[in-house]
Every structure is written in C-alpha cells, then in structure tokens.
Nanobody, 123 residues
Framework: QVQLVESGGGLVQAGGSLRLSCAAS????????MGWFRQAPGKGREFVAA????????ANADSVKGRFTISRDNAKNTVYLQMNSLKPEDTAVYYC????????????????WGQGTQVTVSS
C-alpha cells in the first residue's frame, strides 16, 4: 500500500480558491490512479476527481467540472486538487486516495486513504 498525507485545507469565502496537496510514500506512486473524494457532514463520501499515472486521463464529478482541476507530479510523489470558484456546498472533509485499478472513479477500487483535510467555504 501507499501512505497518503493531505494538506492545504482551510476556511475560505465563497468564490475563493484553495489548492490541496497529497504527499505519497511507500510503494511506487506512479503505478497508481490517484483520486480525491469528499464527505460533508451527515453525507456519504463522494467522488470528486481522479487522474491516471501519466496524467493522460482525468475525471471530475459533474458538481466540480470547470472549477476543480486535479494534477500530479510523479517526481514529487504528490497529487494536487486546485479548487476555484468555491461554493458553500463544497464544504467537506477532502480525502486523497490511491487505486491500482486503471481509470477508475469507484470508491471501492481505492485501497489507500489519507486522513483527510477540512475545507470550509463561508457564504
């Protein structure tokens, strides 16, 4: 498995931006599809974005298309989530995750998870 540590969360006003980072260690980072998920209070964990090892494939949830961008730097073993035009409904704990399944967005395919970072968007 790969170990994951998220950072970059915080409090931001609606319309603002944040960039989340996820640092990986352990097994070869570049072998994995990396994903971001989020969980709002009282709700289930939901898919946000994912990217394959080369960056040639990426997927985003409809709710964040045009606002969030996932990217990765394999040399730094880090994946990023740039979040722009944030809305109060984006408030959640954001989790980084890794999967050995190609081009997946299914939560059950992600076997390694970080501890999460809180993102709060005020109106």
């Amino acid at each position: 498995q790969v170990q994951l540590v998220e950072s970059g969360g915080g409090l931001v006003q609606a319309g603002g931006s944040l960039r989340l980072s996820c640092a990986a260690s352990g097994r070869t980072f570049s072998n994995y599809v990396m994903g971001w998920f989020r969980q709002a209070p009282g709700k289930g964990r939901e898919f946000v974005a994912a990217i394959n090892w080369s960056g040639s494939w990426a997927a985003n949830a409809d709710s964040v298309k045009g606002r969030f961008t996932i990217s990765r730097d394999n040399a730094k073993n880090t994946v990023y989530l740039q979040m722009n035009s944030l809305k109060p409904e984006d408030t959640a704990v954001y989790y980084c995750a890794a999967s050995s399944t190609a081009r997946t967005i299914k939560i059950g395919d992600f076997s390694s998870w970080g501890q999460g970072t809180q993102v709060t968007v005020s109106s």
